[in-house]
Nanobody, 119 residues
């Protein structure tokens, strides 16, 4: 069974940076896509970006390109989300997710981690 365990997050001032981690276990992930989503209070869950585990190709929400970067450490099965130039509107609970194949449904989810950006 695939398990995703998140770490990182917390409180940061506007303009600062944070890195989230997501440790994956329970499978070999060569054919998986891994992604980050976020959900702010009172809003729907929003796609942040995704990465192909084998190829390393990425896709981002247009509004986040240039500030957020997704990467992975294949040997350690860890996914990262580097967030720079953070804004108060980036405040949300962030989730990592995994799905078999690119462009398919994400069936596995991390527990979520709070990111709060103060102005």
């Amino acid at each position: 069974q695939v398990q995703l365990v998140q770490s990182g997050g917390g409180l940061v001032q506007a303009g600062g940076s944070l890195r989230l981690s997501c440790a994956a276990s329970g499978s070999t992930f060569n054919n998986y896509a891994m992604a980050w989503f976020r959900q702010a209070p009172g809003k729907e869950r929003e796609f942040v970006g995704a990465i192909s585990w084998s190829r390393g190709s990425t896709d981002y929400a247009d509004s986040l390109k240039g500030r957020f970067t997704i990467s992975r450490d294949n040997p350690n099965n860890t996914l990262y989300l580097q967030m720079n130039s953070l804004k108060p509107e980036d405040t949300a609970v962030y989730y990592c997710a995994a799905g078999y194949g690119w462009g398919t449904e994400y069936n596995y989810w991390g527990q979520g981690t709070q990111v709060t950006v103060s102005s």
